[in-house]
């Protein structure tokens, strides 16, 4: 089974920078589109973005367009989220998983708190 550790998030300033990586383990991503999600308190886990196996397409929320940036390393087995200029409302549980069909392990997300 697909285990996914996500990782780099913390407190980031409105208007600053912060990468989350997600590294996977137990079997190859390289062969799937991978997708970020986030869970902010009382609110649906939503997409935030995703990327396809070979890195050719990305697709954003338009919340995070021209402001975040997905890519992968399939070398590496893991999955970034480059995220800039950071808004207040960007504050969320971050977690990765396979689009489409999730694995069913859902890692235990990493936190981003961004202050005004």
């Known amino acids: 089974q697909v285990q996914v550790v996500e990782s780099g998030g913390g407190l980031g300033h409105a208007g600053g920078p912060l990468i989350l990586s997600c590294v996977a383990s137990?079997?190859?991503?390289?062969?799937?589109?991978m997708a970020w999600f986030r869970q902010a308190p009382g609110k649906e886990r939503g997409v935030v973005s995703r990327?396809?196996?070979?890195?050719?397409?990305?697709v954003y929320a338009d919340s995070v367009k021209a402001r975040f940036t997905i890519s992968r390393d399939n070398a590496k087995n893991t999955v970034y989220l480059q995220m800039n200029n950071l808004k207040p409302e960007d504050s969320a549980v971050y977690y990765c998983n396979r689009n489409g069909i999730p694995y069913a392990n859902w890692g235990q997300g990493t936190q981003v708190t961004v202050s005004s």
């Open positions: 137990g079997a190859t991503i390289s062969t799937y589109t």
């Open positions: 990327i396809t196996w070979n890195s050719g397409s990305t």
